[in-house]
């Protein structure tokens, strides 16, 4: 994030939440779902605000030790998280919902790979889900998620790595959104 | 499109915040801490504790005795007598009190463990009880130390190093064995508050009967509270929910808070009364002090495998909350968590091994402007 410095925890922690509590939040809403959206939140802002003054900024931006604690707490809501991601598949309509048995083959096909996307990302070992959703939710660089996990720059890469071949596996080996964009035109 | 592409797009952007919710939620960061430390120096926090029992300690305070645990003799009736010697104590125009909070941690050099007591931090607090005159709070961090003279014996053989590494939650933090200088702000009546947000006036109206103070602070209505954020706020923050949170908070605004005689014996006996607080008769604080007791039913807390986490400090530990009071004076002597089922990262202590402590030096009640004293606790 470029701009103006962010308030300092130790000093200005109501100007740190009045920034980010709408993005912490929304981290919180996609990991967890939308019911678990405002506890993560509070949970991480006080959390934050009792380790305010050992933030250190030489270590990283605020933004990024906000995510840090977000991740640790959404981490102790390890079930609430398979179920968010169960009920992302079925944002589409299920493949194996009778009701829609007449939809397009396509179609259907399309909602069918969402769950399995879904069912590997769930089944990701923790650290690896943790970095992959850091770079893909939060936009945080390699630097940024070694620092909000307290990980090697190292580990970030080969977390990373092992995710992506995990869902590649996971989804047969192609690369199905691509197949899928590239027949839907 | 790559696979972390794919997963940005597999998340639908959720609903934003319904209005107000980060109001609230700094509204509850204004509030003062269940443990207020004097580092964090934010509202006034402190201690207790009346007259001349209370300026013995100090010269105790030096670690030459390990810390003991409670001694369970039959202790019915002790705290409730403590309470009778609360009610009649005089009070005067200014609350003060000067308290001592620290925490332990093990330290594992090959020459042996031993435990040290830091994040230890001195506040010295006073409120003028008239309405809108406010108070002050001054604080200052502590060298960190060994906890008791065993401890310092094991120091030593380690070479009686100065700075001390040590897991702290979820990172790696190392204190050391310098003070600070005292840090006072003056706090506007406004900004002095306790307890559930309490302000001195607020305090000074509190009724004195048991059933009513239960309900007002042993029966939080933010624990039942829909917004997740007061919820959390009770729960996580203040502990309300388990019973030695409870003891710990009420215990915490006995020692901080300019409460009237009356009303300090009502939730003394209020305390008492709760299911699953017990009178466990005479016991010695981590200072060394002699009084009676108060502990909850212990509770087990599990440090999981998470990354980073030391093995060292990973399993399961019981412990309980700890109030011990004055005798004489019905004041608190300190508040403490305790071991009762060694574990975790005090697999190697003793049931009674204190993981925390909040104890007062002085407190008291007096007619003239307090000042925080120049020279140290402990030596």
Do not use: C
């Not at chain 1, 009792?50 to 931006?61: A, D, I, K, L, V």
């Not at chain 2, 014996?153 to 009686?160: I, K, L, P, V």
């Not at chain 2, 009237?260 to 010695?284: D, S």
């Amino acid at each position: 994030m470029t701009g103006e410095p962010s308030p300092r925890p130790a000093d200005d922690f109501e100007g740190v939440a009045d920034l980010y509590f709408a993005e912490i939040r929304r981290y919180g809403a996609k990991r967890l779902g939308p019911d678990a959206a405002a506890d993560v939140a509070a949970q991480t802002f006080l959390e934050a605000f009792r380790q305010r003054r050992r933030y250190n900024p030489e270590r990283g931006s605020v933004r990024t030790w906000l995510y840090g604690i977000a991740t640790k707490v959404v981490g102790r809501h390890h079930r609430s998280e398979s179920r968010a991601l169960r009920m992302y598949a079925r944002l589409s309509p299920d493949r194996d919902a009778e009701e829609h048995t007449e939809r397009v083959d396509a179609r259907v096909s399309a909602e069918g790979l969402r769950g399995e996307l879904g069912a590997a990302i769930a089944a990701l070992p923790r650290g690896q889900r943790d970095v992959l959703l850091l770079v893909a939710l939060a936009d945080l660089s390699h630097q940024e998620v070694a620092t909000a996990l307290g990980i090697s720059y190292g580990t970030v890469g080969s977390r990373l790595n092992r995710a992506r071949t995990r869902l590649r596996k996971a989804l047969g080996g192609t690369n199905p959104m691509l197949t899928l964009e590239e027949q839907h035109g | 499109m790559d696979e972390v592409q794919m997963v940005r797009e597999y998340y639908p952007e959720p609903a934003a915040a319904p209005a107000g919710e980060v109001g609230r939620l700094k509204a509850l960061l204004a509030e003062p801490p269940r443990r207020s430390r004097p580092r964090l120096g934010w509202g006034l926090g402190g201690l207790v504790v009346v007259g001349a029992a209370a300026t013995v300690a100090v010269t105790l305070v030096g670690g030459n005795t390990p810390v003991p645990g409670p001694v369970n003799l039959n202790g019915t009736g002790t705290v409730l007598a403590a309470a009778a010697k609360a009610e009649q104590q005089p009070m005067g125009r200014y609350w003060y009190s000067r308290e001592v909070a620290g925490q332990s941690y093990i330290m594992r050099p090959k020459t042996g463990t031993y435990a040290v007591t830091g994040a230890l931090g001195e506040m010295f607090s006073w409120s003028d009880v008239r309405p809108g005159a406010g108070g002050q709070v001054s604080s200052r961090d502590l060298p960190t130390r060994p906890l008791t003279e065993r401890d310092a014996a094991q120091w030593r053989r380690a070479g009686s190093p100065s700075s001390f590494r040590v897991w702290s939650n979820d990172h790696y933090t190392t204190f050391t064995t310098k003070a600070t200088s005292w840090q006072t702000g003056g706090i506007a009546p406004e900004n002095t508050r306790f307890l559930d947000g309490r302000s001195v006036e607020d305090i000074q109206r509190l009724p004195t009967d048991q059933a009513k103070l239960t309900e007002m602070f042993l029966t939080h209505p933010r624990l039942k509270s829909k917004d997740p954020v007061q919820r959390i706020w009770a729960e996580k923050v203040q502990r309300r929910v388990t019973i030695d949170g409870k003891l710990a908070a009420v215990g915490g605004f006995l020692r901080n808070a300019p409460v009237q005689p009356k009303v300090r014996a009502g939730l003394m006996r209020a305390l008492a009364a709760q299911p699953g607080i017990h009178e466990i008769g005479r016991a010695t604080d981590p200072l060394g002090r002699a009084g009676v007791a108060l502990a909850s039913d212990d509770r087990a807390v599990t440090n999981a495998d998470e990354y980073g986490v030391p093995k060292a400090e990973l399993g399961t530990y019981r412990y309980r909350s700890v109030v011990i009071f004055d005798e004489r004076t019905g004041a608190v002597l300190s508040s403490q968590d305790e071991l009762t089922k060694p574990g975790g990262p005090y697999a190697e202590m003793k049931p009674g091994f204190v993981t925390y402590y909040a104890a007062t030096l002085k407190a008291g009640w007096t007619d003239a402007k307090p000042q925080p004293p120049a020279g140290l606790p402990f030596d």
